[in-house]
């Protein structure tokens, strides 16, 4: 598909909504603009991919199950931010510095919630950010406790870009760094995915006891010197545990 006719397929599937939850080749047609070929040829298309299914055999279609676990997707994600945010806030107001959440989104990670520093100077990742998964903590916790094969898979789809100067590029190097961070349990880096700046994660665990994001504290290395990294490392791990804990993984 070219832009153009993802555009359009999009348009398709904007004319559903609650109350045009049911819709003919014509109507559709009309809503978009399309010509009769083109809307039926786009809409051929999406069913064979889920977005839409056909209402009873008749010529008329409504959204699809895919469209369902876009949906599921979305709503487990809020689900999660609303129960970390009121935590990350806090663990901001504890180290002062940036505190963002992590999931992984294809073979990258993304920002999906994010409180700002306390100070001017900053690390600044604002949500939806995303990022490879190899380059830093936050990426590098998410690959280290997906199930082995799994993670063999996502590395391997991995362009190992170099993002900075300390960035890993090694697929050897890192797979020996995901089993040490799953051995600890958390991890940290320094100008891994941004020059200058560090990063303290630990994963976050749902009731299915797999790991579902991660959860980080972040600021330039002029401030954090060696005395303050077990305090953060500590405090980073008690708010995942809360975030987890909430999420139903089991209190042990």
Not at 32 to 47: D, K, M, V, Y
Not at 67 to 78: C, H, I, N, T
């Amino acid at each position: 598909m070219t832009i153009k006719s993802v555009e359009k397929a999009i348009s398709i599937l904007n004319c559903f909504n609650s109350e045009k939850k049911i819709l003919g080749v014509s109507e559709i047609s009309k809503l978009t603009g399309l010509t009769i070929s083109t809307t039926s040829r786009l809409l051929s298309t999406l069913e064979k991919n889920g977005c839409v299914e056909r209402y009873s055999g008749y010529k008329k279609f409504k959204l699809g199950y895919r469209v369902y676990l876009w949906g599921k997707a979305v709503e487990d994600q809020v689900h999660l931010v609303t129960i970390a945010r009121p935590i990350m806030e806090n663990l901001r107001d504890e180290c002062g510095e940036e505190v963002s959440l992590f999931v992984i989104e294809g073979n990258r990670r993304v920002c999906v919630e994010r409180v700002e520093s306390i100070h001017e100077i900053a690390k600044y990742g604002p949500v939806g950010t995303s990022n490879p998964l190899h380059a830093g903590a936050a990426g590098k916790v998410l690959l280290s406790f997906l199930p082995r094969s799994k993670q063999d898979k996502m590395l391997s789809k991995i362009n190992f870009e170099k993002v900075t100067s300390k960035t890993i590029t090694n697929i050897d190097t890192l797979k020996k760094d995901l089993k040490l961070i799953k051995k600890r349990g958390y991890a940290i880096s320094r100008g891994e995915a941004v020059p200058n700046a560090f990063s303290i994660t630990a994963p976050i665990w749902n009731d299915k006891r797999l790991v579902i994001a991660s959860i980080s504290v972040a600021g330039p290395n002029f401030r954090l010197p060696k005395d303050k990294i077990n305090d953060y490392i500590n405090r980073v791990l008690i708010a995942a545990k809360k975030i987890s804990n909430r999420l139903g993984y089991p209190d042990v």
